[in-house]
């Protein structure tokens, strides 16, 4: 059986007797200084261990979402009517959709950008368009003399944008009620001259023979729908378009009409622009955490103002230019990589320029073929913990090594003094 004087020899830690040991001034300062350094540099160490480090590069693109790209919009255009408004896609391997309205919605807006009715439905699709031969004009009573000058004022009470527009006064007149809501019905038939006959034999056959001074608002056929409150259209919704160079864009487009390019103004106010899926606040603030810049070119053109004010003369087409770059952030997660985050940041460049053409908004982007990498790097508790310990070893010695220096040289300094008085 083992002794214990025997396990006590094994003592590392030998202590002295108290009454041989002896305590100073200067002990006591550098034992308060020790335990100050302490106390910091491990302040220190802990705040470099939840401190989140991360280290980037750049990889080839390898997206997990697919081979197409969600673009989520909503713009205001002062100037376009919803009735002519159309969103459409192209791109470099052929593609070529028009008129896309099954993830669009438009609300009609005043100049101000005010909301001024509901949301905006289109009239149903046309067929091909047959005009006939052009026929001698009669001035009949009720109609309007035309001029230059007054054709430029009614066309623009009414926010004649194409060409043929027709409009059904009910009552003889354009009266505006409050809010800016119009006395008169839009058509949105065919333009063929059989279609346009019936169409106003049903007109006439709606009115009371009786009193032909009142319309019945309520018995309007299929190819009649309420004319848009006002020139200008708030357009919202979301796009899917290949990860390929192609082109976003916003026109006027009617198969029944013909436009005079010389009154289009493509003037828009962007609410928002983003590429790829919808980042919530809250997941793209934790992703913050990591890399504060991230974001930053998430929406880049969200709240800008592109208006012309007929400075360059008609004719003015605005494109944008977007460099679209890919951004994942992937973190440790029970000692397995998680993508915390995939977000698409854009550079954008835009001018003003004319054309002999229609004017658009023309959104070209572009997606690089690679992307950023950012990983965050984990810290590992064990090396914390060593760090710690050798914080107070280290600063123990040290103080340790220090004081027995300045005791040593306190009594040496004391002798000789001694030694001089006698």
Not at 320 to 327: D, M, N, R
């Given at each position: 059986?083992?002794?214990?004087?025997?396990i006590?020899?094994?003592?590392?830690?030998?202590?002295?007797?108290?009454?041989?040991?002896?305590?100073?001034?200067?002990?006591?300062?550098?034992?308060?200084i020790?335990?100050?350094?302490?106390?910091?540099?491990?302040?220190?160490?802990?705040?470099?261990?939840?401190?989140?480090?991360?280290?980037?590069?750049?990889?080839?693109?390898?997206?997990?979402?697919?081979?197409?790209?969600?673009?989520?919009?909503?713009?205001?255009?002062?100037?376009?009517?919803?009735?002519?408004?159309?969103?459409?896609?192209?791109?470099?391997?052929?593609?070529?959709?028009?008129?896309?309205?099954?993830?669009?919605?438009?609300?009609?807006?005043?100049?101000?950008?005010?909301?001024?009715?509901?949301?905006?439905?289109?009239?149903?699709?046309?067929?091909?368009?047959?005009?006939?031969?052009?026929?001698?004009?009669?001035?009949?009573?009720?109609?309007?003399?035309l001029?230059?000058?007054?054709?430029?004022?009614?066309?623009?009470?009414?926010?004649?944008?194409g060409?043929?527009?027709?409009?059904?006064?009910?009552?003889?007149?354009?009266?505006?009620?409050?809010?800016?809501?119009?006395?008169?019905e839009?058509y949105?038939?065919?333009?063929?001259?059989?279609?346009?006959?019936?169409?106003?034999?049903?007109?006439?056959?709606?009115?009371?023979?009786?009193?032909?001074?009142?319309?019945?608002?309520?018995?309007?056929?299929v190819?009649k729908?309420?004319?848009?409150?006002?020139?200008?259209?708030?357009?919202?919704?979301?796009?899917?378009?290949?990860?390929?160079?192609?082109?976003?864009?916003?026109?006027?487009?009617?198969?029944?009409?013909?436009?005079d390019?010389?009154?289009?103004?493509?003037s828009?106010?962007?609410?928002?622009?983003?590429?790829?899926?919808?980042?919530?606040?809250?997941?793209?603030?934790?992703?913050?955490?990591?890399?504060?810049?991230?974001?930053?070119?998430?929406?880049?053109?969200?709240?800008?103002?592109?208006?012309?004010?007929?400075?360059?003369?008609?004719?003015?087409?605005?494109?944008?230019?977007?460099?679209?770059?890919?951004?994942?952030?992937?973190?440790?997660?029970?000692?397995?990589?998680?993508?915390?985050?995939?977000?698409?940041?854009?550079?954008?460049?835009?001018s003003?320029?004319?054309?002999?053409?229609?004017?658009?908004?023309?959104?070209?982007?572009?997606?690089s073929?690679?992307?950023?990498?950012?990983?965050?790097?984990?810290?590992?508790?064990?090396?914390?913990?060593?760090?710690?310990?050798?914080?107070?070893?280290?600063?123990?010695?040290?103080?340790?090594?220090?004081?027995?220096?300045?005791?040593?040289?306190?009594r040496?300094?004391?002798?000789?003094?001694?030694?001089?008085n006698?």
């Amino acid at each position: 059986m083992i002794s214990s004087s025997k396990i006590k020899s094994v003592d590392f830690y030998r202590k002295i007797p108290r009454d041989l040991t002896e305590a100073s001034l200067s002990g006591a300062g550098l034992s308060i200084i020790a335990a100050l350094a302490m106390m910091f540099l491990f302040g220190m160490e802990l705040n470099n261990y939840l401190a989140v480090s991360t280290t980037t590069s750049v990889i080839v693109d390898n997206s997990s979402d697919g081979d197409f790209l969600r673009i989520d919009f909503n713009m205001s255009f002062p100037a376009l009517s919803c009735e002519f408004a159309s969103v459409d896609v192209s791109d470099v391997l052929g593609t070529n959709r028009l008129n896309i309205t099954k993830t669009i919605r438009k609300f009609s807006i005043d100049p101000h950008l005010r909301p001024t009715g509901a949301e905006f439905h289109s009239g149903p699709v046309l067929h091909s368009i047959k005009h006939g031969d052009e026929v001698d004009e009669e001035t009949v009573e009720g109609a309007v003399p035309l001029n230059g000058v007054s054709f430029d004022k009614l066309s623009h009470l009414h926010h004649i944008q194409g060409y043929p527009s027709i409009r059904i006064f009910r009552k003889g007149s354009d009266l505006r009620e409050d809010h800016g809501h119009h006395e008169h019905e839009s058509y949105y038939g065919d333009r063929d001259a059989e279609t346009l006959v019936k169409a106003m034999e049903d007109l006439v056959a709606s009115v009371p023979q009786e009193s032909q001074m009142l319309a019945l608002e309520d018995k309007s056929n299929v190819l009649k729908l309420p004319a848009p409150l006002t020139g200008g259209c708030r357009i919202e919704g979301y796009v899917r378009v290949k990860k390929v160079p192609g082109n976003l864009i916003i026109s006027a487009r009617s198969g029944a009409h013909s436009f005079d390019a010389s009154k289009m103004n493509m003037s828009h106010v962007i609410s928002h622009l983003s590429f790829g899926k919808t980042i919530s606040p809250w997941l793209l603030s934790n992703a913050k955490r990591l890399i504060p810049h991230l974001g930053r070119s998430h929406d880049r053109l969200n709240g800008r103002s592109f208006i012309n004010h007929r400075d360059l003369d008609a004719n003015v087409t605005i494109e944008h230019y977007l460099q679209i770059v890919k951004t994942e952030v992937v973190t440790m997660k029970s000692s397995r990589e998680h993508t915390l985050i995939e977000e698409y940041e854009y550079t954008a460049h835009s001018s003003l320029a004319q054309s002999i053409y229609i004017p658009v908004v023309k959104f070209h982007f572009e997606l690089s073929p690679m992307q950023v990498l950012i990983t965050e790097n984990p810290k590992s508790f064990s090396h914390f913990l060593t760090n710690v310990c050798a914080i107070i070893g280290g600063v123990f010695t040290v103080a340790g090594i220090l004081d027995s220096i300045l005791h040593n040289t306190i009594r040496v300094m004391k002798k000789v003094e001694l030694g001089k008085n006698h």
